[in-house]
């Protein structure tokens, strides 16, 4: 984790958050008050970790962490007082909220950052991998489209648009891709 918010009306706590934080060596640890100040700050900016500090002077913080959780890829960790814990965990287990009771335990509260982390890390992994398999898929789409272009115009068969495209891919040094994409631009252009 490289950046981190801290969202907290109570300056004692934000300042205890952030001597907790320090030892990570994150690289920015940035505080705010309020859950209007964090919305705000991270439609400008992204962080990789929130820590919300419940209740805020505007709002009690559940309601932020899920907002924050939709529209940002950072962790939220919600600290609530032990007796509200149950019900917020209920509240905001759907968006992946991480909720910690209060009074806030040292080895609990870096157990916690460490699971944001590796959760983090892998959803990333699998957001990094959906995104590659999504390009595949759109390759496939396109080179499929040029044989439906080689089979209509030229009164290709399947195989014959599919061996049409690998012999240009060799001979002109392309990758099919390329090929289909020529194509197309000639055809559908």
């Not at 008050?33 to 009690?60: H, M, T, V, W, Y």
């Not at 600290?79 to 335990?105: A, F, H, M, Q, R």
């Not at 990758?175 to 197309?184: F, G, I, P, R, S």
Request: a positive charge.
């Amino acid at each position: 984790m490289d950046s981190a918010l801290i969202v907290s009306s109570k300056e004692k706590s934000a300042a205890s958050l952030l001597a907790l934080l320090k030892t990570e060596r994150l690289g920015s640890i940035g505080s705010v008050k309020s859950g209007a100040e964090a919305r705000r700050c991270c439609a400008q900016r992204s962080f990789d970790l929130i820590i919300i500090n419940a209740p805020l002077s505007d709002e009690f913080g559940d309601r932020l962490a899920a907002d924050l959780l939709q529209k940002t890829d950072a962790g939220v960790m919600l600290i609530v007082s032990s007796e509200l814990e149950g019900i917020t965990e209920s509240k905001t287990s759907k968006y992946g909220c991480l909720v910690v009771p209060k009074p806030l335990d040292r080895i609990m509260f870096y157990k916690a950052l460490h699971f944001i982390d590796a959760s983090r890390s892998r959803i990333n992994g699998m957001r990094r991998e959906n995104i590659k398999l999504q390009k595949k898929i759109e390759d496939i789409r396109i080179v499929n489209r040029a044989k439906y272009i080689l089979m209509e115009y030229l009164s290709m068969s399947e195989p014959q648009a599919h061996k049409y495209l690998e012999k240009q891919a060799m001979d002109l040094r392309l990758t099919k891709l390329e090929v289909a994409k020529n194509l197309l631009s000639t055809y559908d252009g």
